[in-house]
């Protein structure tokens, strides 16, 4: 069965990266893409990106440019997200999500990461 | 980006309820839309692609409908375990944008 396991929880301080990782098995990695969506407390979802796991090519979301960058392990079936620069309004669960090829709607989702940024 | 706009932003239903949830993209969208299902502390879950086909394993009282740039989501009869919150996402361009979310809650 298809399954996305991603880190564990973590507190960081302003200014400092994070980087999640989301492990991917039960398919063949390459065929699909990985996106990355976050929550901040009470609100909505919000996508920042995704990553074809089969050449690496990425799109991120405007607002992240330059901060976030995403990449892929096909050796180990791995995503990773780091987010660079943080902030406390980064402060949010991170998910990472398959997206299907070739409509981008996301079958599968990750537990999610809680990412906490405080001084 | 394409902006999408849900509404309402919560409502109040009884269970066997009929709820239609509504979804407007800024643009259109080419019936590329899915609706997600997300309770609380839990990952959002797939209902809905292509506007109107269910994912394996949901149950027939969700369906979707619309066209261009409007979308509806409807339950036919409301059961304890919907009460959620539930998201529309475009999937026509690359930047999968959401919308804001529908809180559906007990009355």
């Known amino acids: 069965q298809v399954q996305l396991v991603q880190s564990g929880a973590e507190v960081k301080k302003p200014g400092a990266s994070v980087k999640v990782s989301c492990k991917a098995s039960?398919?063949?990695?390459?065929?699909?893409?990985i996106s990355w969506v976050r929550q901040a407390p009470g609100q909505g979802l919000e996508w920042m990106g995704w990553?074809?796991?089969?050449?690496?090519?990425?799109n991120y979301a405007q607002k992240l440019q330059g901060r976030v960058t995403m990449t892929t392990d096909t050796s180990t079936s791995t995503a990773y997200m780091e987010l660079r620069s943080l902030r406390s309004d980064d402060t949010a669960v991170y998910y990472c999500?398959?997206?299907?090829?070739?409509?981008?709607?996301?079958?599968?989702w990750g537990q999610g990461t809680l990412v906490t940024v405080s001084s | 980006d394409i902006q999408m706009t849900q509404s309402p932003s919560s409502l109040s239903a009884s269970v066997g309820d009929r709820v239609t949830i509504t979804c407007r993209a800024s643009?259109?969208?080419?019936?590329?839309l899915a609706w997600y299902q997300q309770k609380p502390g839990k990952a959002p879950k797939l209902l809905l692609y292509a506007a109107s086909r269910l994912e394996s394993g949901v149950p027939s009282r969700f369906s979707g409908s619309g066209s261009g740039t409007d979308y509806t989501l409807t339950i036919s009869s409301l059961q304890p375990e919907d009460f959620a919150t539930y998201y529309c996402?475009?999937?026509?361009?690359?930047?999968?944008?959401f919308g804001q979310g529908t809180k559906v809650e007990i009355k």
């Open positions: 999500a398959r997206r299907g090829y070739p409509n981008y709607y996301f079958d599968y």
């Open positions: 990553i074809s796991a089969y050449n690496g090519n990425t």
């Open positions: 643009q259109g969208i080419s019936n590329s």
């Open positions: 039960g398919y063949t990695f390459t065929s699909y893409g």
């Open positions: 996402q475009q999937y026509y361009s690359t930047r999968g944008t």
